[in-house]
């Protein structure tokens, strides 16, 4: 019998704010309820002190133990499936990496994100623009050390990658330069120099034919899925990083798929071969949020 687990992973590190911990909570309470266990990873709780940054990332620390954690949860439990509820996107390092150990290095992995996750923005120090890189070997090195078979890059697909207008990249660029942000390889460059297949919403829109034929042509037998929300369109999809309300995220490109065309991948992946995990992450319920602070303040709700 297939034994499928779900974690439940509220890190806010990985991304430097606490609100991806309420984003997590929320996404698995929302979740249709099973007989599927939920387990939850332990999570050191911001308690309003800054991350420090050790050796170009924020947080390190807590996140490596934290990585540790979900490791060994998932050791001992010893699944065949796993669903991921993040947080950040650094929380699908240690299911995809189990999930490739226990298919015996020929795990297929689909990347729905507008950002391909794999290259480390100095200045930006955040961890969770290296998930990818890190499973397949890259990254940050003390991190990849804890993905004991890194994923083939051949068994990769990145669908949704969002590509910046002109104006958007004059904009990033000018941005990066105030902040002092800078990179030594572009996604670009590491996508090329490793034959990772991608396709953009654009194109998805039209057919998935892409992807059917990469999961038939690297004999694909089992799928995991990353899901980053932020590759939904903010303006259709208000839970998202890039649409906060008061400070819009101006470093890199919002997505721009539709929650129906999304629907309609998975599903269709799940036909095409065994999904064996999904994560979902980068959940930032705006008005949720806004509401939970508001309630906190209430005198009557907290005598």
Request: net charge negative; charged share 20%.
């Amino acid at each position: 019998m297939t034994k499928t687990i779900r974690l439940l992973m509220p890190q806010w590190q990985g991304g430097n704010n606490p609100n991806y911990s309420f984003g997590a909570e929320l996404l698995a309470w929302l979740a249709p309820d099973n007989d599927q266990p939920l387990i939850h990873v332990p999570v050191q709780a911001y308690n309003g002190t800054p991350l420090d940054n050790e050796n170009g990332m924020n947080g390190r620390k807590q996140l490596l133990e934290q990585l540790e954690a979900a490791h060994h949860l998932i050791d001992a439990h010893k699944p065949d499936r796993i669903v991921m509820f993040g947080g950040d996107c650094l929380v699908e390092q240690a299911p995809f990496a189990y999930l490739n150990e226990r298919y015996g290095g020929e795990l297929g992995l689909i990347w729905i994100d507008a950002h391909s996750d794999l290259v480390r923005y100095v200045g930006y120090d955040n961890g969770h623009t290296l998930p990818l890189g890190n499973l397949l070997g890259e990254g940050d090195e003390e991190f990849a050390k804890h993905v004991k078979v890194p994923l083939k890059p051949e068994n990769v697909f990145i669908a949704g990658l969002a590509a910046p207008t002109e104006e958007e990249t004059k904009i990033f660029s000018e941005a990066f330069q105030k902040l002092g942000v800078t990179t030594t390889e572009s996604d670009t460059e590491v996508i090329q120099r490793l034959g990772i297949r991608t396709a953009g919403t654009k194109e998805l829109t039209s057919s998935t034919n892409s992807i059917k034929e990469w999961i038939k042509e690297s004999d694909i037998k089992h799928l995991a899925i990353h899901l980053d929300l932020d590759v939904l369109d903010p303006k259709a999809f208000r839970s998202l990083l890039f649409a906060n309300p008061e400070a819009p995220f101006n470093l890199s490109p919002a997505g721009t798929m539709q929650m129906p065309q999304l629907l309609h991948l998975i599903k269709e992946l799940s036909e095409e071969t065994d999904v064996v995990g999904l994560g979902i992450t980068e959940h930032m319920p705006w008005d949720a949020i806004n509401l939970k602070n508001l309630l906190g303040e209430i005198p009557i709700l907290n005598n």
